[in-house]
């Protein structure tokens, strides 16, 4: 259904692991988004890409790093994750500023 | 900065019974956006309103923008079992920022 895919989909991780999630989309869009949700805030911008340039770090924790080495690939690196940074991360694209098209998430526990 | 507030933040219902979510900016918009969660599931597009006073329909669900580009609503008419999710309006400032509502979660009652 969608043009957007996540990998992995599921994630569990000790706080001194060091961890990526890839994002991948198939729908020729020039932007990409990393979301965090959970239970407190349900959509929580994190990054956006425009043009693989990063546009918007949205005062994110440094243990979260992301990567965007072309349009259609973005990765975000975790390293010495927190317990209250278990939630869904979910990736996003766009054509422009349009409609967002999100990917199916990957669901993060920190143990 | 730019805040998106919506309300109600969950919402019970009979089916077959009406349900409304609002949604207000603290800044006026360029355009607003809705999308809707299945449980489970991850948020989908359902429709963009760009002009001031702009009502839209699909089917069931009727969208509407203030005239003032602060505001926004989504009705639907006569629930049925299958609209339960969370729906999310988003607003886009000048700048193409998207700012996400806080979500009703919509529960329907067979």
């Known amino acids: 259904e969608t043009g957007v895919t996540q990998t992995p989909r599921h994630l569990v991780m000790g706080m001194t692991n060091k961890k990526s999630l890839k994002c991948e989309q198939h729908?020729?869009?020039?932007?990409m988004y990393w979301y965090k949700q959970s239970a407190k805030k349900p959509l929580e911008l994190m990054f956006v890409y425009n043009f693989k340039e990063q546009t918007e770090n949205n005062s994110v924790p440094s243990r979260f790093s992301p990567e965007c080495p072309n349009s259609s690939h973005l990765f975000l690196h975790l390293h010495t994750l927190q317990p209250e940074d278990s939630a869904l991360y979910l990736c996003?694209?766009?054509?422009?500023?349009?409609?967002?098209?999100f990917g199916p998430g990957t669901r993060l526990t920190v143990l | 900065g730019q805040q998106v507030m919506q309300i109600p933040q969950y919402q019970h219902v009979q089916e077959g019974e009406d349900f409304t979510t609002y949604c207000n900016s603290s800044t006026t918009l360029s355009n607003i956006q809705w999308y809707k969660q299945r449980p489970g599931g991850h948020p989908v597009f359902l429709i963009q309103?760009?002009?001031?006073?702009e009502v839209k329909k699909q089917k069931r669900l009727t969208f509407q923008f203030g005239e003032a580009k602060k505001n926004s609503s989504l009705h639907i008419t006569a629930t049925q079992t299958t609209d339960v999710g969370t729906y999310f309006c988003a607003g886009q400032s000048n700048t193409g920022k998207l700012i996400f509502g806080q979500g009703t979660t919509l529960q329907v009652k067979p």
């Open positions: 996003a694209s766009s054509q422009e500023w349009n409609e967002q098209f």
């Open positions: 309103l760009v002009k001031s006073g």
């Open positions: 729908l020729g869009h020039n932007a």
